[in-house]
C-alpha cells in the first residue's frame, strides 16, 4: 500500500496495519469448502466412468451373445464346443460361458425329450458385468 493510503486508514476506527492478511479461521474454512468441492466432483468422474463402462458393456455384450448363440446353435449336440472361452483381441476382457441342458416338462410330454436348453453368459473382467441369453432347440436324436 501507498503511504497516502496508509495515513488515511490510520484515521479510521478499527484499523491496523494487520489487518489486510487472512486469519487462520478463514484459511481453514476456505480449505474445507475446497476440500468438500474437490471430493464432490472426485466421486461424480468416478461415477460417469463406471456408467460409462457399464453402457459399452450393455451395448456390446447383446451383439457378441447372439453371435456366439448362432453359432452354438448350428452345433450337434455331440459336437458342443467347450463350455466357455474369450472374443479374442478385438474384445479384450469379454469371456463367454454356455451350457447345454435337456428340458423336462410333464407338460409337453415327449416333445421335451427333443429339446434341448442353450443359457449363454457373457462376461466382462471376472464377472464385474454379465449378460444371460437362453434359448431352446429343437434336436431330435
Excluded at 451395448?59 to 457378441?64: E, G, N, Q, S, V
Excluded at 452354438?72 to 455331440?78: A, F, K, M, V, W
Excluded at 472374443?87 to 460361458?97: A, K
Amino acid at each position: 500500500m501507498t503511504e497516502f493510503n496508509h495515513r488515511y486508514l490510520r484515521g479510521q476506527p478499527g484499523f491496523s496495519p494487520s489487518a489486510f492478511g487472512f486469519t487462520l479461521l478463514e484459511v481453514m474454512i476456505a480449505l474445507a469448502v475446497m476440500s468438500i468441492v474437490l471430493v464432490s466432483v472426485y466421486r461424480m468422474h468416478s461415477q460417469s466412468l463406471t456408467m460409462n463402462t457399464a453402457a459399452r458393456f450393455y451395448t456390446i455384450a447383446p451383439m457378441l451373445a447372439q453371435k456366439k448363440m448362432a453359432e452354438l446353435e448350428t452345433q450337434t449336440s455331440e459336437g458342443f464346443p467347450g463350455d466357455s472361452g474369450d472374443f479374442g483381441e478385438q474384445f479384450p476382457g469379454y469371456s463367454w460361458r454356455a451350457s447345454l441342458a435337456d428340458v423336462t416338462s410333464e407338460v409337453l410330454g415327449e416333445v421335451a425329450n427333443d429339446l434341448k436348453q442353450i443359457d449363454l453368459t457373457v462376461s466382462l473382467n471376472d464377472d464385474h458385468f454379465s449378460y444371460s441369453l437362453r434359448t431352446y432347440r429343437f434336436q431330435r436324436e
